[in-house]
């Protein structure tokens, strides 16, 4: 007697159906892309058959990837050193082993202390940023691995953030000082500072959608928004209780305990946030209100430390979802919107420290403080017809 097909057959199956569907003309092309998405986010699981091969001799603490090719990541660690490594090395090979291609070893200008957050230029890999708790941010060119320029903050930095969106060329920066400092790259200097916040400022981003739109989390339990073309540069303090006091009010509080993490969804609309009260909020940016989504009681997150919730891209009509790095050494996925626990990706060694998305194969990398760097993949679907898919999803129309 034959044995029933495991899930990832089916999966395969409905995979295989699913692209004759689309040849035959059945459904359309933009329905298909949906399905084909849709199906490879619930199905990432880590992935058994790629190793990234260790370099880091303290905890990972921060990667990126580039959004020009999406090839490149790029890690920080707690021994201060800066690894780039080639994601398409070996691609499609059945076992992948993944090396670092080029790192800061042996640069005079690197780094003297751990490196909290690494920075992939929006428009060009051809550089990349980097701050660290010995008080620095530097900017370095990728090809000579040397840094083009420094900027000496003074104190513990946190994080930074560049603009994928603006042309202003600045580096918001996240530190001990409660203040927000803004770095030109064009000039090499500082510009201004925005101030506010009454404790260390753990966590800053950009708008995607309005390019002098910034938001910032801090120790004082606060998350503001700030236009910085404003000499009073605060628009609002966010209001977990969405209560009707003024935008400023001293009340306001976006959690209970201090915001380490702040991400805008791609479109610009909500604000995630999370907490060492062990809660992630989704807000409406709109209103400037807690849509009060119940993400429940699983998420750990009591480490001083940038951490960046990573949301999926947004499509008309798909899932959207939000993960979570947990200090018990897993990754919890959520549905953005609804808030309900989709899964809990297991694997890691250490506790997670960051996640970078790959869009082009749907695949997410993640750090951790076990020295090493994970690959997460949709484990049901095949690699070949993904990478299809991906590349003709820029020709696809209903149209067709």
Not at 101 to 112: K, L, N
Not at 195 to 212: F, K, M, N, Q
Not at 380 to 400: G, K, P, Y
Request: aromatic share 8%.
């Amino acid at each position: 007697m034959n044995s029933a097909p495991n899930s990832t057959t089916r999966a395969l199956q409905r995979c295989k159906n699913g692209f004759l569907q689309l040849e035959l003309g059945l459904v359309s092309p933009a329905v298909f892309q949906k399905r084909l998405l849709a199906r490879r986010m619930a199905d990432i699981t880590l992935d058994p058959s790629t190793t990234i091969q260790r370099e880091h001799a303290g905890s990972v603490n921060t990667i990126d990837i580039e959004e020009a090719e999406g090839r490149y990541l790029i890690s920080g660690g707690g021994d201060s050193h800066i690894h780039v490594y080639d994601l398409e090395e070996s691609e499609r090979e059945e076992r992948r082993v993944i090396k670092s291609i080029a790192s800061s070893h042996g640069s005079e200008d690197s780094h003297r202390g751990g490196i909290s957050r690494v920075r992939w230029y929006p428009f060009d890999n051809g550089m990349f940023t980097t701050s660290s708790f010995d008080s620095t941010i530097k900017a370095w060119d990728t090809n000579a691995m040397e840094v083009a320029t420094t900027f000496d903050l003074e104190n513990k930095v946190y994080s930074h953030a560049m603009s994928s969106k603006a042309t202003h060329g600045l580096i918001a920066t996240a530190s001990a000082d409660p203040r927000i400092r803004l770095c030109d790259l064009k000039s090499g200097a500082f510009t201004h500072s925005i101030a506010g916040h009454r404790g260390t400022v753990l966590s800053v981003e950009w708008s995607p959608r309005h390019e002098y739109l910034l938001a910032s989390g801090s120790t004082d339990n606060r998350v503001r928004l700030w236009d910085i073309r404003k000499s009073s540069s605060c628009l609002c303090s966010l209001d977990l209780h969405n209560s009707n006091s003024p935008p400023l009010a001293e009340s306001n509080m976006a959690h209970t305990r201090a915001v380490n993490g702040i991400s805008f969804t791609p479109d610009g609309l909500y604000l995630i946030t999370t907490g060492h009260d062990d809660k992630m909020r989704l807000w409406n940016l709109y209103t400037g209100q807690n849509t009060l989504t119940n993400y429940g009681t699983m998420i750990r997150n009591q480490f001083v430390h940038s951490l960046s919730p990573l949301i999926s891209p947004l499509s008309a009509g798909s899932p959207h979802y939000v993960f979570h790095p947990s200090d018990d050494r897993s990754i919890l996925m959520f549905d953005l919107l609804d808030g309900s626990l989709v899964k809990r990706l297991t694997g890691s060694y250490g506790r997670v420290t960051a996640l970078a998305w790959r869009p082009r194969t749907q695949e997410i990398y993640s750090a951790g403080s076990d020295h090493d760097i994970l690959e997460w993949s949709p484990k049901s679907v095949d690699r070949e017809d993904a990478l299809r898919a991906m590349a003709d999803q820029d020709t696809w129309s209903d149209s067709d």
